[in-house]
T-cell receptor, first 117, second 116 residues
Framework: AQTVTQSQPEMSVQEAETVTLSCTYDTSENNYYLFWYKQPPSRQMILVIRQEAYKQQNATENRFSVNFQKAAKSFSLKISDSQLGDTAMYFCAFMKRYGGATNKLIFGTGTLLAVQP | GAVVSQHPSRVICKSGTSVKIECRSLDFQATTMFWYRQFPKQSLMLMATSNEGSKATYEQGVEKDKFLINHASLTLSTLTVTSAHPEDSSFYIC????????????FGPGTRLTVT
């Protein structure tokens, strides 16, 4: 069974600074996807970034980038130039690649990020 | 992007009654829909996976007779909480997968259920 671990329950960062959120996972699968989702106070889940395990290049979406270390089963999220709107709960998630339409997302416990003005 | 709606956004019901939550994919056909439950400051817990036209697959520990899921069309899935009790009070979130992009789940805005 797959597990996803987020060891930082809460983090704080000053506006315009950079912060890194940690995530590790355990799986015997070789083909899978990893995700970071953001859940702001509205509680709407928002996809931040997706990484395909077979791609060595780290995914990047504007101010958000990941450090994907497949051998170490590590998938951290770096937020650059933090903005007040980045304040949210961040969830790391795992999905098998060939599970078909019933692919399940397995979520970590989340990291609550507060961006301070 | 793909949009998923949920209705109602908030509902209060009395203990012992049943309440239905709808999840709709507005601009795509959702082969599969997922139902999650989330307690305050906790992660999303998958309750069940529903495929259009077939019975839902429930996760271990989730009562099938209490949480009835119907996925009658490619755009609509419903979750009915039967004989609700205060411990069923929670935030319920649905998501949907497009058959052409099975790795993408689009999330609804959630429904806050309060059982009094």
């Amino acid at each position: 069974a797959q597990t996803v671990t987020q060891s930082q329950p809460e983090m704080s960062v000053q506006e315009a600074e950079t912060v890194t959120l940690s995530c590790t996972y355990d799986t015997s699968e070789n083909n899978y996807y990893l995700f970071w989702y953001k859940q702001p106070p509205s509680r709407q889940m928002i996809l931040v970034i997706r990484q395909e395990a077979y791609k060595q290049q780290n995914a990047t979406e504007n101010r958000f980038s990941v450090n994907f270390q497949k051998a170490a089963k590590s998938f951290s999220l770096k937020i650059s130039d933090s903005q007040l709107g980045d304040t949210a709960m961040y969830f790391c998630a795992f999905m098998k690649r060939y599970g078909g339409a019933t692919n399940k997302l397995i979520f970590g416990t989340g990291t609550l990020l507060a961006v301070q003005p | 992007g793909a949009v998923v709606s949920q209705h109602p956004s908030r509902v209060i019901c009395k203990s012992g009654t049943s309440v239905k939550i709808e999840c709709r994919s507005l601009d795509f056909q959702a082969t599969t829909m997922f139902w999650y439950r989330q307690f305050p400051k906790q992660s999303l817990m998958l309750m069940a996976t529903s495929n259009e036209g077939s019975k839902a697959t429930y996760e271990q520990g989730v009562e099938k007779d209490k949480f009835l899921i119907n996925h009658a069309s490619l755009t609509l899935s419903t979750l009915t909480v039967t004989s609700a009790h205060p411990e069923d009070s929670s935030f319920y979130i649905c998501s949907a997968s497009d058959r052409s992009l099975t790795y993408e789940q689009y999330f609804g805005p959630g429904t806050r259920l309060t059982v009094t």
